[in-house]
């Protein structure tokens, strides 16, 4: 049973009069006898079971705390350093679980059941934990992406930066101010494309229809120079290279196919970074519609023309039964008109 206030009122001067009696070891263990003997035994090991967690805890940030530069500069990684300093904390914390279950009394004979109860728990609840760790490991290895790094999901349409990388999951901040939590199980059976691996200069095109009778050559010269005209367009420079070929790094203007309304033609040209993609073609396109309309260039665009010459005849209308003739050729048309008595031409006059 708990004692109550007069209890603990009792316990009081014996534990102050020990107290003035010096700090030796007998009085610690006289000390410890009396609250052994206060206290009932369970609440004795809770509390002491409660303060090693909380040590554990405080001693699992402060190792982290102390092994972080060292272990940051080891990895020169991010997602490494996260992962490894995530690992220290919950090994310190384990351990720490386990010194509590030991003050509580429990040893590992007591928690052990049965090894067909055991192999079900790893097969149903222990193996989804067991692949994601699996999976994590060859992501953080593969290093398809860190950090930091701009990604897309072409299959989900989600396209942000890397928050976070863990053995579980990975966490992307969209640029729709949205997160999306990934599991590194599907990271690896689906594609990914990551526009900050290695240099940061990303390739966009532009395709524009011009009219057959318009100026192509200026065309295609008025095109480059409105990317040029772009702060965030390479301008020109040595040739980019992309494996084994080298690619212009000025906007080229290229004439893809004649179609059926127009020529089509293809801008390529270099951003500087990926991260304002959309913006970068929006001035693009800009400067490409001002300089044409001061050009002898047009858009083209799908339309129908229809011409009627002295051959298309004339259509006879009947107002009483709706029937129409459509005479074909110059004909006189049929032998019956619309509305009026045979022979009549149905012109009203």
């Known amino acids: 049973m708990v004692p109550g206030v007069h209890g603990w009122s009792s316990v009081a001067p014996r534990v102050v009069a020990l107290l003035a009696q010096g700090g030796n070891g007998t009085v610690v263990d006289r000390l410890w006898g009396e609250v052994q003997s ?9 509390v002491g079971a409660i303060a090693v967690l909380v040590a554990g805890w405080y001693l699992s940030k402060l190792a982290v705390r102390l092994s972080g530069r060292a272990v940051a ?21 384990a351990l720490s679980v386990l010194v509590a279950l030991w003050v509580l009394g429990l ?5 052990l059941i049965s090894v067909t109860v055991f192999s079900a728990v790893i097969g149903i609840v222990l193996a989804p934990i067991v692949g994601s760790v699996i999976n994590g490991l060859f992501v953080l290895a593969d290093q398809p992406y860190e950090i930091g790094d701009l990604i897309e999901l072409p299959d989900a349409g989600h396209r942000g930066f890397v928050e976070d990388i863990t ?7 969209t640029l729709d101010n949205t997160f999306i939590v990934i599991s590194n199980s599907s990271v690896r059976e689906r594609d990914i494309v990551n526009y900050s691996a290695g240099d940061e200069r990303i390739r966009l095109s532009l395709q524009i229809l011009v009219t057959y009778e318009g100026d192509l050559a200026q065309a295609r010269e008025q095109v480059e120079r409105a990317a040029r005209d772009v702060d965030e367009v390479i301008a ?4 980019i290279r992309i494996g084994s070929e080298r690619y212009p790094a000025g906007p080229t203007c290229y004439i893809d196919q004649f179609a ?6 293809n801008l390529r040209y270099w951003a500087k970074e990926p991260y304002r993609q959309l913006a970068v073609r929006s001035k693009v396109q800009t400067n490409v519609r001002d300089r044409l309309a001061d050009a002898d260039v047009e858009f083209a665009y799908p339309h129908q023309h229809h011409v009627f010459d002295e051959t298309s005849g004339r259509a006879r209308v009947g107002i009483e039964d709706g029937r129409v003739d459509h005479p074909t050729g110059g004909a006189a048309g049929s032998d019956h008109a619309m509305g009026g008595d045979p022979g009549d031409d149905g012109d009203g006059e």
């Open 260 to 265: 059926d309304h127009g020529v089509l033609l």
């Open 236 to 239: 020109g420079g040595p040739a």
């Open 38 to 46: 206060t206290v009932p035994g369970p609440i004795l090991k809770l």
């Open 73 to 93: 500069r080891r990895f020169e990684r991010p997602s490494l350093t996260r992962t490894t300093l995530r690992s220290v904390r919950t090994l310190v914390i």
């Open 107 to 111: 040893r590992p004979g007591n928690i």
């Open 167 to 173: 053995i579980r999951y990975t966490k992307v901040f």
